[in-house]
């Protein structure tokens, strides 16, 4: 408490009696007590005035105690005295300033409170209220006390996994690789079915399955539960067969150089080609690191050539399949005659003579077929 601060004295008295030091403006009456405060104030010059009484009641005293609870928990406080021994009459406890995240309740035959979290809570938050209890007594004593709640709510993420399927259609996937809580302190059970029936996977590290959904159930310290949803996908493994593919190819203009189209053979030796990255190379090393000396999509050889092919899913971490091909140049075959002379009579004197092709030798040369007219 304080009075005006444009004095020259000041001498502060408690129920009529000077109060030794206190000669400032101001005084705080918890250094002395309860009771009727009055202040002698002094201009120089002018007469003292002493002010009106200021009556001070200590406060009474208050306890705090914390308590940390789970969402889905209730929390039980029996009311004890810190400063008395007196018992707490039960009917005499009250809620004086109730929480805000829940709610507070006196059982009047017990004196025992029941705090319960408001449902629907998304975020860890902290909680306050103020109880009142007083003693069997007389007097009665009586104490105040204040409840912190430090309410724990359990979060959960979704998460996602691919796997490279295998030949029935399975994947292979680390469940426990999903971070499906923040929280520290959880334990997680993971389930075929979101209503959590049957046994839990027995080994989520390794878990062996189709795609789909599994359902992670997350565990608090505090007890509470939550479900996650891991959703699991496969990837298609690349199929590579070069077996039956024919890399004899024609020198078709005869200039020494075969033109390749890779565009034209990926989808003859790759199942599903635009599911995954095709490459070339001529250095084997290089397709088994599968770096970029690449052959371009439309390359030329000159003479017998084998070429590595390495084939990689476009997302996921299946292995990549690889395999090579044997670029050959095809045997021409020689002609029989370089020439041939033939007559051919003009019967009708017409200038023209029909003549059927199919009475002259063929040369054929892998498919085509050349019809030599002298």
């Not at 021994?85 to 039960?90: E, G, L």
């Not at 390359?299 to 395999?323: E, I, K, M």
């Amino acid at each position: 408490m304080q009075v005006d601060n444009t004095y020259d004295g000041y001498q502060w008295y408690l129920n009529g009696n000077p109060i030794s030091g206190a000669s400032s403006y101001s005084i705080n009456p918890e250094l002395y007590g309860a009771g009727t405060y009055t202040c002698l104030v002094t201009k120089n010059n002018c007469e003292s005035k002493l002010t009106a009484g200021y009556n001070y009641t200590l406060c009474p005293p208050i306890t705090t105690t914390t308590y940390t609870i789970g969402s889905c928990n209730t929390q039980m406080i029996s009311p004890a005295f810190t400063t008395s021994t007196q018992t707490i009459n039960p009917s005499h406890t009250n809620i004086v300033s109730p929480p805000t995240s829940g709610t507070a309740t006196v059982n009047p035959t017990t004196g025992q409170i029941i705090y319960t979290p408001n449902t629907g809570l998304t975020a860890d938050t902290s909680d306050t209220f103020i109880y009142y209890a007083d003693g069997n007594g007389s007097p009665a004593d009586f104490e105040y006390f204040k409840i912190i709640i430090n309410i724990d709510v359990l979060q959960t993420t979704n998460g996602t996994l691919s796997s490279c399927a295998n030949a029935s259609g399975n994947g292979t996937f680390d469940l426990t690789s999903v971070s499906v809580t923040p929280d520290s302190g959880t334990t997680v059970q993971y389930f075929t079915n979101s209503a959590l029936t049957g046994t839990p996977i027995a080994a989520p590290a390794t878990y062996s399955g189709p795609a789909g959904t599994i359902y992670a159930n997350v565990t608090s310290q505090y007890g509470c539960t939550k479900v996650a949803q891991i959703t699991l996908t496969t990837i298609s493994s690349p199929n590579i067969n070069t077996a039956n593919y024919n890399a004899t190819l024609c020198d078709d203009n005869f200039d020494g150089i075969v033109n390749v189209n890779f565009a034209t053979v990926t989808p003859q030796i790759v199942t599903n080609p635009t599911s995954f990255n095709v490459r070339y190379y001529l250095v084997q090393a290089d397709a088994n690191a599968g770096n970029a000396n690449t052959l371009p999509a439309n390359w030329t050889y000159t003479t017998n050539t084998t070429v590595y092919v390495r084939v990689d899913v476009l997302t996921g971490n299946c292995p990549a399949a690889f395999g090579q091909i044997n670029f050959k140049i095809g045997n021409r075959i020689a002609l029989l005659t370089g020439s041939a002379n033939v007559d051919v009579c003009d019967n009708d004197i017409s200038g023209s003579e029909s003549v059927n092709l199919n009475d002259f030798k063929l040369i054929h040369h892998r498919n085509r077929y050349y019809f030599i007219i002298l």
